[in-house]
């Protein structure tokens, strides 16, 4: 038996532009459910969703049903939730809050066994499918993508060297805490912010990194894949549940007056 391949990788590094929904929710249901709708790729998030390490294994099963890629947002830049996301089946992992090459090199080594990396070497684990696949010590790394996340004003100054860090496959925009720390907190449309944005990806496209980015509704997500990003999510899941149930509330109240 062979290891998983990655299509979220290979398709990202092909240049293609990618569409995803972001996952607050920890619902298995929702998560096997949002799968099967034709999004290239999907975020479970346990750096703000209230979900721990395993909670995300069950989310990963769930959608398996679809072939929307898996890419999982560990709390920390920590080689521990690292090697314990990767064991449990993630190939796809988005480290928050890389300010530095440093912090970009430490989250690659994370990724990689010995003599590359420091990740711990297990045996039968969801990742290697138990077992069954031989190879995958040998070739986990040809199927693994390192996504890194920019969302400070001095990560920003440092934007190249970070994407210059070989094991970096992209670099993922974090819009709200980037406009927080240029000081518009609650308010990354504004022009300042979306500015920089804007310049973000040009100057990640000098580099050859594919950048990603976070909206939260279709004008953003369309502007920004016209801007070049890589890789997009459209929307929050939880957002749309919202915006849904306040429009249908709205509308029958106002049919009712």
């Known amino acids: 038996m062979q290891i ?22 920890v619902s298995p249901l929702l998560a096997e459910m949002l799968s099967l709708v034709g999004y290239d790729w999907m975020l479970f998030d346990s750096e703000h969703a209230p979900v721990e390490v395993s909670g995300i294994m069950p989310l990963l099963q769930a959608a398996a ?39 970009a090199q430490a989250a690659v080594r994370a990724m990689r066994y010995p003599p590359a990396g420091i990740r711990g070497v297990a045996g039968s ?15 986990a790394e040809e199927e693994l993508c390192l996504l890194v996340q920019i969302e400070t004003g001095t990560a920003m100054e440092q934007l190249e060297e ?29 022009p300042d912010v979306q500015e920089v944005l804007q310049n973000a990806v ?20 369309q502007r920004y894949l016209d801007w070049g990003y890589g890789f997009v999510a459209a ?23």
Do not use: C
Request: glycine share 10%; net charge positive.
């Open 4 to 25: 998983s391949i990655n299509h979220f990788k290979h398709r990202l590094l092909a240049g293609e532009q990618l569409i995803g929904i972001w996952m607050s929710s």
């Open 65 to 103: 049903a679809g072939k929307t890629s898996s890419v999982v947002r560990p709390a920390w830049n920590d080689k521990v939730l690292i090697k314990r996301h990767l064991d449990q089946g993630a190939q796809t992992l988005l480290i928050p809050f890389v300010e530095s090459a440093d912090e």
């Open 125 to 139: 684990t969801r990742a290697s499918r138990f077992g069954l696949a031989a190879d995958y010590l040998h070739r």
């Open 162 to 190: 970070i994407a210059a860090v070989s094991g970096v496959d992209g670099v993922f925009i974090g819009p709200s805490d980037l406009a927080a720390s240029l000081g518009h907190l609650g308010n990354p449309a504004h």
């Open 202 to 221: 040009a100057r990640l496209k000098a580099t050859g990194k594919p950048a990603g980015i976070l909206a939260t509704n279709q004008a953003d997500a």
């Open 235 to 257: 929307s929050v899941d939880t957002g749309l549940l919202m915006n849904a149930a306040k429009g249908l509330l709205a509308n029958l109240q106002k049919g009712g007056a």
